[in-house]
């Protein structure tokens, strides 16, 4: 029995890890239909853990502006996301939100997947993907402390990929990445996998490639938390990125690198203050308007929805968020 | 169901705070001036950041050792003709100094943080005492009735025009709202000025003490802490546990590293006091209570810290100096301000809660508050891993159904 001090947004998340291995609660069919029409194989030694957040991010979006819209009412979020019936009484059919999604952005979600896949196979690697057998890697059930059920999830997620016959894998979502690497060995007793983020696969490699984008352009980059602070990826990004013709690259005057500010999206802190998470995307969004730059790269799922919400709220309609795999595609191509 | 409207309330204090306009803009003007304030001082005396490391292996020896040091100090101080105590909880403070201090006095009061831990000012108040804060900061909040919201300046939350019409209030002296900070500070001046010196007690906590010689470093830069420490006849310090080092060289280095993480090339004022005052002029005599107090009491603070001690990751909670660096580095804060916290703030404040306060449901809040960002570890001068310790917090929180 887990703790009634664990708040509602972090208990829906972690309930949906459980039962459905996805952070949505909906079909693993869902996952994978990004990677329709790439032919990546199901059974490979190496794989690319594509992750919830890259995978679902049309659906994330859209329920995170539908939770925000609660919380920012005089309901809160907090009973929504602990009771189904509420859900239903307040006419939010989530599982409806999500295929409506799925109907309306089936293209343009998961690019920045696309994009890196794009990306592995231009410098030679040839990744598999496991689509409706990956697991997942259960950060959140670890951030909301339930570690227990983290244990249990990193075991199953363990075994999964080893009888998948998986050997090395490239994490993407700093999140997923820092779990696999950093925390499944705590766990996971043997822990054998070999755990890649894809920056460290691809960064060499990707300098010795003529780098040219399509057009002229000021760019800045924002620092995802688990990527930067726990992974240590301070540079990867910025090689690439000063690497690529056409790109200038301008940066916030304090908060950059180590110091970059987070996008107010982390570790479930959206689920637990929805309207709370979208004030602190708003500050960061604003922190890096500031060196007038035309697109913000980033490189993490949760950044994204959170920068974007944050141009949004701004309503700044003349710069566009990328991920940093969209861009290295964007350069490599021309 | 209780738990979960304690947590309602919290989250609405929170976003209350966060459209609070004015709490904006003084979080932000004071966020620019330390991050300016503290690159300049870092850049003028770079060997602070490997003295910080020299002080996170002072401290990871000391904090062990906490209650041995604590000991050692008070036998040094009774040999200085001080007296030392230790209190092993918030009721026993207040009841040793309450003992000392009875009731009708006067008292002026220099910033701690410990004693804010333990309600200090208000029961004192309640004792039948008057009070007065002589902090600036403090002195803001004490009048305005709120509450501290950083812990080096704890009116971080009231932008200058609030101050200039709080004092025309409460000093009957009128202020204009487009006055200059320093006429707002000047007003201030002349209306404590007095207290200092009728004053029956001075109290003070203290930012580093040692073993040795049971000396208490005070840093500061308004020259309250040296008033009032100095100019009544009774001087009582309350201190934590956690801030016992074993030598006046390791104390240097402590005091200094605190200092220039709070954002300060030099602090106006490092007092450094180790007894009451005393004279051998006559005869060689020596001669307690000259022009100084004739008595000084330090008590030594338990409150949970020797449990706190022993545990293996929570433990780093008592590295902390409270320079208030990591506070400024909050996404969380720049909006709440203290509000994301209770009686000290942010993720590190999660753990101060539940530990030392044991409440466990405000921890919760806390801690679940935390964006587990790390911005806050890369501040801080001993490499507290707040992350770490929220991580921690929240498994042993969650999993204690």
Same mark, same amino acid.
């Given at each position: 029995m887990d703790s009634e001090l664990v708040p509602p947004g972090l208990t829906y998340l972690a309930d949906n890890i459980v039962s459905?291995?996805?952070?949505?609660?909906?079909?693993?069919e869902q996952s994978a239909?990004?990677?329709?029409?790439?032919?990546?194989?199901?059974?490979?030694e190496t794989v690319l853990f594509a992750g919830c957040g890259y995978q679902y991010s049309g659906q994330l979006e859209a329920l995170m502006s539908t939770i925000r819209g609660i919380d920012k009412?005089?309901?809160?979020a907090e009973l929504p996301l602990r009771f189904a019936r509420f859900q239903k009484k307040l006419g939010l059919n989530l599982p409806e939100i999500y295929s409506r999604v799925l109907a309306r952005n089936a293209d343009t979600e998961a690019q920045p997947l696309k994009a890196a896949v794009e990306v592995l196979r231009k410098i030679g690697v040839e990744p598999g993907y496991l689509a409706e057998e990956e697991p997942c890697c259960g950060a959140p059930l670890y951030q909301a402390g339930l570690h227990r059920k983290f244990a249990e999830n990193a075991r199953q997620a363990y075994q999964k990929m080893k009888s998948a016959g998986v050997k090395q894998v490239i994490g993407i979502v700093p999140y997923c990445t820092h779990a696999i690497l950093k925390l499944f060995p705590d766990y996971i007793e043997g822990y054998d996998l070999e755990v890649k983020h894809f920056l460290e696969i691809v960064t060499e490699n990707l300098l010795e490639h003529e780098l040219q984008f399509p057009r002229e352009v000021r760019v800045t980059y924002h620092d995802p938390c688990q990527l930067v602070?726990?992974?240590?990826?301070?540079?990867e990004p910025r090689q690439i990125l000063q690497a690529i013709k056409g790109i200038e690259l301008v940066e916030p005057d304090w908060t950059t690198r180590e110091y970059a500010t987070c996008c107010g999206g982390g570790g479930g802190f959206e689920a637990v203050f929805p309207e709370l998470s979208q004030v602190l995307a708003v500050n960061r969004t604003r922190e890096l308007l500031e060196t007038g730059a035309e697109i913000i790269v980033t490189h993490c799922p949760g950044c994204i929805m959170q920068l974007k919400d944050g141009l949004r709220e701004l309503k700044v309609d003349n710069v566009e968020v990328l991920d940093l795999t969209q861009v290295i595609a964007m350069a490599i191509e021309t | 169901m209780k738990k979960s409207s304690n947590f309602k309330d919290y989250k609405k204090e929170i976003m209350g705070a966060t459209h609070d306009d004015r709490l904006r803009l003084a979080l932000s003007r004071s966020i620019k001036s330390f991050r300016a304030n503290i690159k300049d001082a870092l850049e003028k005396f770079p060997h602070t950041i490997d003295m910080a490391e020299e002080v996170l292996e002072i401290k990871k020896k000391a904090i062990p050792r906490m209650e041995e040091l604590a000991r050692q100090a008070i036998e040094t101080i009774e040999e200085n003709r001080g007296k030392g105590y230790i209190a092993r909880t918030a009721d026993e403070a207040l009841k040793i100094i309450a003992d000392l201090i009875g009731t009708g006095k006067l008292i002026v009061k220099g910033k701690t943080m410990t004693g804010e831990e333990i309600g200090l000012r208000e029961y004192l108040e309640e004792q039948g005492n008057e009070v007065y804060e002589t902090d600036l900061g403090e002195f803001i909040i004490q009048k305005m009735g709120s509450r501290p919201m950083?812990?080096?300046?704890?009116?971080?939350?009231?932008p200058r025009e609030d101050v200039a019409h709080l004092f025309s209030k409460v000093i009957g002296q009128e202020i204009s709202v487009d006055s200059d900070i320093a006429e707002i500070v000047a007003a201030a001046r002349d209306f404590l000025r007095e207290k200092f010196f009728q004053a029956d007690i001075g109290i003070s906590g203290s930012n580093v003490v040692t073993a040795e010689t049971g000396t208490l470093y005070i840093i500061e830069n308004e020259g309250n802490v040296r008033l009032s420490t100095g100019a009544p006849p009774v001087h009582i310090a309350l201190v934590g546990m *956690? !801030?016992?080092?074993?030598t006046i060289s390791d104390a240097n280095k402590v005091a200094e590293v605190t200092w220039r993480y709070a954002n300060?090339?030099?602090?106006s004022y490092v007092s450094m006091v180790s007894g009451p005052s005393k004279t051998g002029?006559? *005869? !060689?005599v020596t001669t307690y209570?000259?022009?100084?107090?004739?008595e000084f009491h330090v008590i030594f603070l338990d409150g949970g810290r020797t449990e706190l001690a022993?545990?293996?990751?929570?433990?780093?909670?008592?590295?902390?100096?409270?320079?208030?660096?990591c506070l400024y580095e909050c996404p969380v804060f720049a909006v709440t301000a203290g509000h994301f916290g209770d009686k000290y703030f942010t993720g590190i404040g999660a753990v101060w809660s539940a530990?030392?306060?044991?409440?466990i449901e405000k921890a919760a809040s806390i801690a679940y508050t935390?964006?587990?960002?790390?911005r806050c570890k890369q501040r801080c001068p001993v490499k507290i891993d707040v992350p770490e310790m929220i991580i921690e917090l929240r498994k042993s929180l969650a999993e204690s159904g």
């Open positions: 459905s291995q996805n952070i949505l609660g909906v079909t693993r239909r990004w990677a329709q029409g790439l032919n990546l194989p199901g059974e490979s009412s005089v309901i809160g602070r726990y992974l240590s990826m301070v540079e | 950083h812990i080096t300046s704890p009116s971080i939350h009231v *956690e !801030k016992l080092v074993p300060y090339t030099i602090p002029d006559i *005869e !060689k209570g000259a022009h100084g107090p004739k022993k545990h293996p990751v929570l433990r780093q909670a008592l590295y902390c100096l409270r320079c208030g660096g530990i030392i306060s044991g409440d935390c964006l587990t960002c790390g």
